[in-house]
T-cell receptor, first 115, second 116 residues
Framework: DGGITQSPKYLFRKEGQNVTLSCEQNLNHDAMYWYRQDPGQGLRLIYYSQIVNDFQKGDIAEGYSVSREKKESFPLTVTSAQKNPTAFYLC??????????????FGEGSRLTVL | AQKITQTQPGMFVQEKEAVTLDCTYDTSDPSYGLFWYKQPSSGEMIFLIYQGSYDQQNATEGRYSLNFQKARKSANLVISASQLGDSAMYFCAMRVLQTGANNLFFGTGTRLTVIP
């Protein structure tokens, strides 16, 4: 079945370590997104990519980095520069075609905890 | 600037009853789309319903309907005949079509609890 796969589902990190969250989609979607969700808050956009080898900062990009070398993959690295990285991270994609509703399809999320 | 407001942190509804979850939005762009997503405790976001700013009729999808009042800038979700499986977080979101990025702006969510 087509969908978005995020891994790992749970991740623990010591302070000062970089970690990379994986996001893979087989929906043939052009655009991919990373959101962060904190308790009691909505989703906030970290980075997005509309085509391969191109990505843009979202509202809270500081302390994060991404790459888009393949259409199917959009990994997110949480660097040591991110001051409060403990959160739930959601990856999403969309077909981004004129006339579509443009709904985002989401993965099941990765929960990062800094010890 | 775009903004989505959900003023109900939590709601309770009796099983088989209907419930309305409130959402107001703010944008100066004439072209926009409004979405509702459901987030169960497992964490994934499930798309429920969509309303375009130029759509003349309110959107419906099974037990879900969107009460779209453009002049009031509100897009309330109505769930009819509530089921225990409807217990979850519900998020309202908006996409402004002129931004080109197609990213969604989300509200803070409403936690719905269905009581047997």
């Amino acid at each position: 079945d087509g969908g978005i796969t995020q891994s790992p589902k749970y991740l623990f990190r010591k302070e000062g370590q970089n970690v990379t969250l994986s996001c893979e989609q087989n929906l043939n979607h052009d655009a991919m997104y990373w959101y962060r969700q904190d308790p009691g808050q909505g989703l906030r956009l970290i980075y997005y990519s509309q085509i391969v080898n191109d990505f843009q900062k979202g509202d809270i990009a500081e302390g994060y980095s991404v790459s888009r070398e393949k259409k199917e993959s959009f990994p997110l690295t949480v660097t040591s520069a991110q001051k409060n990285p403990t959160a739930f991270y959601l990856c999403a994609s969309t077909a981004f075609e004129t006339g579509d509703t443009g709904e985002l399809f989401f993965g099941e999320g990765s929960r990062l905890t800094v010890l | 600037a775009q903004k989505i407001t959900q003023t109900q942190p939590g709601m309770f509804v009796q099983e088989k009853e209907a419930v309305t979850l409130d959402c107001t939005y703010d944008t100066s762009d004439p072209s926009y789309g409004l979405f509702w997503y459901k987030q169960p405790s497992s964490g994934e976001m499930i798309f429920l319903i969509y309303q375009g700013s130029y759509d003349q009729q309110n959107a419906t999808e099974g037990r879900y309907s969107l009460n779209f009042q453009k002049a009031r800038k509100s897009a309330n979700l109505v769930i009819s005949a509530s089921q225990l499986g409807d217990s979850a977080m519900y998020f309202c979101a908006m996409r402004v079509l002129q931004t080109g990025a197609n990213n969604l702006f989300f509200g803070t969510g409403t936690r719905l609890t269905v009581i047997p």
